[in-house]
C-alpha cells in the first residue's frame, strides 16, 4: 500500500506571537473543465468570477479560468469520481500542498510575498488570487480576516514553506 | 505596470509574460516562398507608440490574450480581442 507523504515532512510550524504558518493536510483538489451547466448539476453554483471562491457545503470551488474550476473537498471526496464523463477530470490532490497563514500580521507577510492587494478592503474573505510567491504559481485563499490558504505545487512546497518563514521572521515578537 | 487580465482583473506586470508582436500574420500553410518564412520568423519590428502584444498571465490563470501597450509611455490600452 503506497503511504502519502507529506512534501514538508521535515518542515517544522511556525509560531511567534498569533502569528503560525502550518501546513494544513487533509482535502481533496480536483481540477474540471468544461460545460458549466454539466459541472454545476454535479457541484452546485459555480463562481462568476476568478476573484472569489464558491461553497458548497463541503465543496469549495474556485474558478482558474473560463469554463475550468478547482474543486477543494474533504480527503475522502467523491466528487471526482461524479464528475467522470460528464467533463474533463484532473485529480490534483497530491500534487498541491496546503500551508495556512494565520494571525494579526498574516496580510503585512502576504503583501511582502505576492503582487497583488491584500488590503483587508479589498481581498476580503472568499478572494482567490492566482499569482505566485518566488516565481512559482501559487494559489492563495482568503478564508478569514487575518487567515490564508496558500496552495502551492508540491516540488516547490519547501521552497514555498522557506520564503514565507522567512517574510514571517520580520514580524517575530509582534503580539 | 499593471495589465488587465480579461479573467483575472489588473494585475501586476510581475505575473505576465510577453509573447511578442501580435500583429504579425503567419504565412499561409504550403507558402513555398522561404524568404517569406525567413522574414516572420527572423525580421521584427521595434516600433515606438502604438502596439498590439500576445501576453501570458503565467503566474495566473496561464492565459494568452492580446493587449494594445504604448511602447513609448507603457500606458495600456486594454485587452484586444
Known amino acids: ?175 | 505596470m499593471m495589465i488587465p487580465c480579461p479573467y483575472c482583473g489588473d494585475r501586476d506586470v510581475s505575473e505576465f509574460r510577453y509573447g511578442g508582436d501580435a500583429t504579425k500574420q503567419r504565412p499561409q500553410h504550403g507558402t513555398g516562398d522561404l524568404k517569406t518564412w525567413h522574414d516572420y520568423y527572423f525580421l521584427f519590428d521595434n516600433p515606438k507608440g502604438p502596439h498590439t502584444e500576445y501576453w501570458q498571465h503565467v503566474l495566473g490563470c496561464r492565459r494568452w490574450f492580446k493587449l494594445a501597450r504604448n511602447t513609448a509611455t507603457n500606458e495600456i490600452g486594454g485587452v484586444v480581442s
Not at chain 1, 69 to 96: H, K, Y
Not at chain 1, 149 to 155: A, G, N
Not at chain 1, 161 to 171: H, K, L, M, S, Y
Open chain 1, 1 to 175: 500500500m503506497l503511504e502519502r507523504r507529506s512534501a514538508l515532512a521535515s518542515a517544522t510550524p511556525y509560531v511567534s506571537g498569533s502569528l503560525s504558518i502550518a501546513e494544513r493536510p487533509g482535502f481533496s483538489l480536483t481540477q474540471v473543465a468544461g460545460v458549466e451547466e454539466k459541472i454545476a448539476a454535479v457541484t452546485g453554483p459555480l463562481p462568476e468570477k476568478v476573484a472569489r471562491a464558491q461553497v458548497n457545503g463541503a465543496l469549495t470551488i474556485f474558478r482558474i479560468g473560463p469554463a475550468q474550476f478547482w474543486i477543494v473537498g474533504p480527503e475522502m471526496d467523491d466528487t471526482a469520481s461524479r464528475l467522470q464523463g460528464q467533463c474533463a477530470v484532473t485529480p490534483l490532490s497530491n500534487s498541491r500542498v496546503r500551508i495556512a497563514l494565520e494571525g494579526a500580521p498574516a496580510r503585512e507577510v502576504l503583501s511582502m510575498l505576492i503582487p497583488v492587494d491584500v488590503h483587508q478592503t479589498v481581498f476580503t474573505p472568499g478572494t482567490v488570487a492566482l499569482t505566485g510567491i518566488h516565481h512559482t504559481p501559487v494559489t492563495v485563499h482568503c478564508t478569514g480576516e487575518t487567515a490564508f490558504d496558500i496552495y502551492v505545487m508540491r516540488t516547490f512546497a519547501l521552497n514555498a514553506w522557506e520564503v514565507i518563514t522567512d517574510a514571517a521572521r520580520a514580524f517575530a515578537g509582534n503580539p
